[in-house]
């Protein structure tokens, strides 16, 4: 294992359970690659949820895909959409459409076309290019 990774997840670890916002998502993604730690996607997910909790906006991003796909936490349609709103509040553009595709096919939320297009807009106004 990689001294320095090692290194760096241990000072994310110290400044995370002192509620680090930012150590705690750093920290997610060190149980989530693997780096300086065994890759444990159920604990990355843990602190990208206690960061998320705290406004990081990729922790959100994070938190969302997770209940989304079912990796580290158990599939949740409607987590997922919450997650994605915050994030889509906060102004991020593949959030926004996350939630126009959301609203669009019912996943989490009630089919709501208005809704749909709006946050597909929004995407659009921030800068959002489907791939």
Avoid: H
């Avoid at 994310?12 to 509620?19: Q, R």
């Avoid at 922790?59 to 997650?83: C, H, M, P, S, T």
């Amino acid at each position: 294992m990689d001294k320095n990774c090692f290194e760096a997840f241990n000072a994310y670890e110290l400044a995370a359970n002192k509620g680090d916002a930012d150590a705690q998502f750093s920290l997610g993604e060190c149980y989530y690659l693997g780096r300086g730690v065994t890759e444990d996607c159920e604990k990355a997910f843990y602190w990208f949820l206690k960061s998320a909790e705290q406004g990081n906006l990729k922790a959100q991003i994070n938190v969302a895909k997770a209940y989304e796909i079912g990796r580290g936490v158990e599939l949740d349609l409607e987590k997922a959409f919450y997650w994605f709103l915050k994030a889509a509040n906060q102004g991020d553009p593949k959030s926004q459409n996350s939630v126009g595709f959301c609203y669009e096919f019912g996943m989490g939320v009630n089919i709501d076309k208005e809704k749909s297009q709006f946050w597909y807009e929004e995407a659009r106004k921030n800068g959002y290019k489907p791939g």
